[in-house]
């Protein structure tokens, strides 16, 4: 009886570290290549840079929208607690219906808003990480999400 205890213990304990290590690495702003990978690995382009002051950015794409997205909170230009999807759109040649829409869209919508920047208009989302992280598929979820928004903004334009 002991042998079969034994048998059971182990087959379970193997299929618990499978499980394990068939899931991904956290997606985290405090590692700036989860992001990327998680992104690579969704089949997503990863063009990852960094921005004026030195903190990692990583250009990708979704829905047909070019999104960029800005790590802040960051120390040392790593370890950083916040990313923020930024989409932009020129506004030069009709400012009146960039502001127009850019009052409406904050008025109606709950997870992104617009800002008005030059001559430009900016959708953004922000999230907030803290070192756990989160699942590269809700990860990826809100980027669609994000793309969706961006697809919706532009249809209103």
């Not at 002051?53 to 070019?66: F, L, R, V």
């Amino acid at each position: 009886m002991a042998g079969k205890a034994l048998a059971a213990t182990l087959w379970a304990s193997a299929l618990i570290a499978l499980a394990t290590s068939a899931q991904a690495a956290p997606v985290t702003s405090h590692e700036p290549t989860s992001v990327s990978a998680a992104l690579l690995e969704g089949g997503y382009k990863a063009k990852v840079s960094t921005n004026d002051e030195g903190d990692p950015k990583i250009d990708t794409a979704s829905g047909g929208n070019d999104i960029i997205l800005y790590f802040s909170g960051c120390t040392g230009n790593k370890s950083c607690d916040q990313i923020e999807f930024l989409s932009v759109w020129d506004c030069s040649d009709s400012m009146k219906k960039c502001a127009d829409l850019h009052v409406k869209w904050n008025q109606e919508e709950l997870f992104s808003k617009t800002i008005i920047v030059d001559k430009s208009i900016v959708l953004y989302r922000h999230l907030l990480f803290d070192k756990a992280g989160i699942s590269s598929d809700l990860f990826l979820r809100n980027l669609d999400l994000f793309s969706e928004d961006a697809t919706g903004l532009m249809a209103k334009f």
